[in-house]
């Protein structure tokens, strides 16, 4: 038996959805419904938003960069890349410190990039656990 394709008769991509496809959309917009109701506040400063978008930002620019070393071929051109992508980040972070900047903002800013750095570091300590940890070998056993 072997693995179902995304491909259809012709090569193109096929679309469709599992059951197990609206669960898990179903349990990420209870997760985010949760997460935007609990962090109202927050949200209408739109620190967290922002910061969202900066990573995402950021993370676009960064594994762009790394295709075209690698000589990938980009099928998707955005539009003034890698310009626009710098523009935005340099206005969010603009945003950023002048929400910093503001006291009615100041508690969300710096709790919302305090909170950033704790993530960052726990993904750190998390990536150098997973290469310090010894990968056992399986030997084949012939019988």
Same mark, same amino acid.
């Given at each position: 038996?072997?693995?179902?394709?995304?491909?259809?008769?012709?090569?193109?991509?096929?679309?469709?959805?599992?059951?197990?496809?609206?669960?898990?959309?179903?349990?990420? =917009?209870?997760?985010?419904?949760?997460?935007?109701?609990?962090? =109202?506040?927050? %949200?209408?400063?739109?620190?967290?938003?922002?910061?969202?978008?900066?990573?995402?930002?950021? /993370?676009? +620019?960064?594994?762009?960069? %790394?295709?075209?070393?690698?000589?990938?071929?980009?099928?998707?051109?955005?539009?003034?890349?890698?310009?626009?992508?710098?523009?935005?980040?340099?206005? !969010? /972070?603009? %945003? +950023?410190?002048?929400?910093? !900047?503001?006291?009615?903002?100041?508690?969300?800013? @710096? /709790?919302?990039?305090?909170?950033?750095?704790? %993530? !960052? +570091?726990?993904?750190?300590?998390?990536?150098?656990? @997973?290469? /310090?940890?010894?990968?056992?070998?399986?030997?084949?056993?012939?019988?």
């Amino acid at each position: 038996m072997s693995a179902p394709s995304a491909n259809g008769a012709n090569g193109d991509l096929v679309q469709g959805f599992k059951p197990r496809h609206e669960t898990m959309l179903s349990i990420a =917009g209870i997760i985010g419904t949760g997460l935007f109701v609990g962090s =109202g506040h927050a %949200i209408a400063a739109g620190a967290i938003a922002l910061l969202l978008y900066l990573a995402i930002a950021v /993370s676009q +620019l960064r594994m762009r960069g %790394i295709l075209r070393r690698r000589n990938h071929q980009l099928v998707f051109r955005m539009w003034l890349c890698p310009w626009l992508t710098w523009l935005v980040i340099g206005i !969010i /972070s603009f %945003i +950023l410190a002048v929400m910093f !900047i503001m006291p009615t903002h100041r508690v969300e800013v @710096s /709790s919302t990039l305090a909170l950033t750095v704790i %993530i !960052i +570091l726990l993904s750190q300590t998390g990536r150098r656990s @997973s290469h /310090s940890r010894p990968v056992p070998v399986r030997r084949a056993v012939r019988g």
